[in-house]
């Protein structure tokens, strides 16, 4: 299989401060409207990742009983400081989220507008975590958000977290509900983590492993033509089709069968 039959698009990283390559979104009702897409309620603990000027972050703490919040942006931080003082149930760190340890055992959820421009950082980071988010609501570029729920087609990014979530689009953003207004459409992705995944969690790193070997090498670097139309066969599935092009289940199907002869 040829690594170009999935395609994955990548962008520059550009460093700006994120108070400038973040669209902020100030609206409290529309906030309140998302939130009531979601299942948080006042036994959550929350974490929002970038808050920004904090507009999220109000009306996070007046429905949950722990939220942290984390702005790494100095100036930002500084006015959220000072706008929530002491507020009981908000813990505000002046840090970057990349670097930060998540719970270890306590069960979270995450709500965020997120910088743009670590996307997929952000989404790697929550979901290979040892204890990853129950559920996750992130706004971010439709284009981003396609590519990791594989619509219209999977992509490497979709392919490898979908054995341990659902991903769904939401909601789609007026770009006008954003200051400064984005030159691209937005929308509120949500993954939900599956209670029994598709493979072990103790496989995740050798699954995500396979698929970007399998991209670049091609499947018969790790399985024979015979075993690949076995697999296939015997779990009632087409054959790979001469692009190249693979669904998810396909894949599914292959790693198991690769697990089965290499004793994974």
Not at 34 to 54: A, H, M, P, Q, Y
Not at 172 to 196: A, E, G, N, W
Not at 225 to 248: D, F, N
Request: charged share 25%; hydrophobic share 35%; proline share 5%.
């Amino acid at each position: 299989m040829s690594k170009n039959s999935i395609h994955m698009q990548t962008k520059r990283n550009i460093n700006l401060p994120f108070s400038i390559s973040q669209n902020f979104l100030t609206s409290s009702k529309t906030i309140q409207r998302l939130l009531r897409l979601t299942s948080i309620n006042k036994n959550d603990f929350v974490i929002e990742i970038g808050c920004g000027k904090g507009h999220i972050t109000r009306e996070l703490i007046k429905i949950c009983n722990d939220v942290n919040a984390f702005e790494i942006d100095f100036i930002l931080y500084e006015k959220l400081k000072n706008k929530f003082g002491n507020t009981e149930n908000l813990n505000l760190k002046h840090m970057d989220f990349l670097k930060a340890d998540l719970p270890k055992h306590e069960p979270y959820k995450i709500f965020s507008n997120i910088p743009f421009s670590i996307t997929s950082d952000i989404i790697r980071k929550l979901t290979t975590a040892k204890n990853p988010p129950q559920e996750i609501w992130l706004i971010m570029e439709k284009g981003a958000a396609k590519r990791f729920t594989g619509s219209p087609r999977d992509t490497p990014a979709s392919i490898i977290i979908k054995p341990f979530f659902e991903t769904k689009i939401e909601y789609y953003f007026q770009r006008q509900d954003f200051h400064p207004m984005p030159s691209v459409d937005i929308v509120l992705l949500h993954f939900t983590r599956k209670i029994q995944p598709d493979i072990p969690v103790s496989q995740q790193k050798s699954f995500a492993y396979f698929i970007e070997k399998c991209l670049h090498y091609g499947i018969n670097s790790f399985l024979t033509k015979t075993q690949v139309s076995t697999a296939l066969k015997l779990a009632k599935l087409p054959h790979i089709e001469k692009s190249g092009l693979m669904s998810y289940v396909q894949w599914l199907c292959l790693f198991r069968c690769y697990c089965k002869f290499n004793k994974i």
